[in-house]
């Protein structure tokens, strides 16, 4: 069965960096775009970045352009968001989630992860 | 940027129907899905491609469009059917969009 697993998240400082994770099983992880979705607790859920299958092409919510990085590492079956420049508004727990298919337009998201919960705060 | 407005909150007796609208700038040329979400879970994907429902989810779980417009429908609403449902879109600008989210009371 398709399981995705977020790690990475915890208390950080603003203007600092973090490195979240996403470890994808029981599917063809190179044959699907991922997404990074976030929620602050207790609000709605915020698209924050796409990639393709083959990682050929990646997208951003503005807020978070020139800030993050989505990547992933077909051979380990990992997804990456690298998170710089940290501000106190990217307080969220954040999910992985899969495309259901490459990850262009008109995808949809049909698995996603239990999330994990990054803060930022001095 | 693209926005997606659902109302806040829609509330509905046991076994009645409930509808969530989503409204956008030309939606109906694009393709909206919706998602479930309970307390404390992760989202779960209920409708796709407008009108399209995944395998395992119940038949009362319909979507439709029109105009602007795109629409939940909780057909004979079971308890087991409270949460917040969010409907998403493709933006031109190949992001992603979430709507505001609507909790469903079932009273």
């Known amino acids: 069965q398709v399981q995705l697993v977020e790690s990475g998240g915890g208390v950080v400082q603003p203007g600092r960096s973090l490195r979240l994770s996403c470890a994808a099983s029981?599917?063809?992880?190179?044959?699907?775009?991922m997404h990074w979705v976030r929620q602050v607790p207790g609000k709605g859920l915020e698209w924050v970045a796409v990639i393709w299958d083959d990682g050929r092409n990646e997208y951003y919510t503005d807020s978070v352009k020139g800030r993050f990085t989505i990547s992933r590492d077909n051979s380990k079956n990992t997804l990456y968001l690298h998170m710089n420049s940290l501000r106190a508004e990217d307080t969220a727990l954040y999910y992985c989630?899969?495309?259901?298919?490459?990850?262009?337009?008109?995808?949809?998201?049909?698995?996603w992860g239990q999330g994990t919960l990054v803060t930022v705060s001095s | 940027s693209y926005e997606l407005t659902q109302p806040p909150s829609v509330s509905v007796s046991p076994g009645q129907t409930a509808s969530i609208p989503c409204s956008g700038d030309?939606?109906?040329?694009?393709?909206a899905c919706w998602y479930q979400q309970k307390p404390g879970q992760s989202p779960v994907l209920v409708i796709h491609?407008?009108?399209k429902r995944p395998s395992g989810i119940p038949e009362r779980f319909s979507g439709s469009t029109s105009g602007n417009t795109a629409t939940l429908t909780i057909s004979g609403t079971q308890a087991m059917d409270e949460a917040d449902y969010y409907c998403?879109?493709?933006?031109?600008?190949?992001?992603?969009?979430f709507g505001t989210g609507t909790e469903v009371t079932v009273l």
């Open positions: 989630a899969r495309s259901h298919e490459y990850g262009g337009q008109w995808d949809y998201l049909d698995y």
């Open positions: 029981g599917f063809t992880f190179s044959s699907y775009g």
């Open positions: 491609h407008d009108t």
């Open positions: 030309k939606l109906g040329d694009r393709y």
């Open positions: 998403q879109a493709w933006d031109s600008n190949n992001q992603r969009v």
